[in-house]
């Protein structure tokens, strides 16, 4: 997509609004990602641009900042259009704040849902780009994570249809 963000696609055997929900659940967040570093979430669904809830992270996972061990983020959605699009900024401890975006859009299609997961880290403090840490999480991970997406929105469809 370009040297600051990611898209990845992935056909899901859902419709929008059981991703959709999926999506605004911090519970959800954790159960679908691929990184590792989601250990649990803090908070009510989220309904619209402001709201917000706490994940707990673990960067171990990852091993690039062992020093951190667990530690908090506020999750702050950005964008927010039922069924279609939702996304959000990180806020944690550290100053200033990152400006990192992660994001899902999602389009009916022949089978299911269309979703398109995205990473942009073009508006980053420079703070942060001077440091040139930047992509934290690779394609390669919110390519995986579309596939437990895919998986655990099935699945919890055979668990409410049993």
């Known amino acids: 997509m370009g040297d600051e963000r990611f898209e990845v696609r992935r056909t899901v055997a859902a419709d929008p609004a059981t991703i959709f929900r999926l999506l605004c659940d911090p519970r959800g967040h954790v159960a679908i990602d691929s990184s590792g570093m989601l250990m ?7 309904t619209g641009v402001g709201d917000a809830f706490v994940v707990h992270m673990d960067r171990e996972s990852l091993n690039d900042f062992p020093e951190l061990g667990r530690y908090d983020v506020t999750v702050r959605i950005t ?6 699009e939702i996304a959000w900024t990180v806020l944690g401890q550290i100053r200033p704040p990152i400006g990192h975006v992660y994001g899902y859009r999602l389009e009916p299609a ?21 440091r040139n840490i930047f992509p934290i999480i690779s394609e390669v ?7 437990i997406l895919a998986r655990t929105v099935v699945d919890r469809g055979r668990e409410v249809a049993g």
């Open 79 to 84: 964008a927010f259009e039922p069924d279609r």
């Open 141 to 147: 991970a919110l390519r995986a994570t579309l596939g």
């Open 110 to 130: 022949d089978g299911g849902t269309l979703v398109t997961s995205y990473y942009d880290w073009s508006d980053i403090d420079p703070v942060w780009r001077e």
């Open 40 to 46: 649990g979430a803090t908070g009510e669904p989220v």
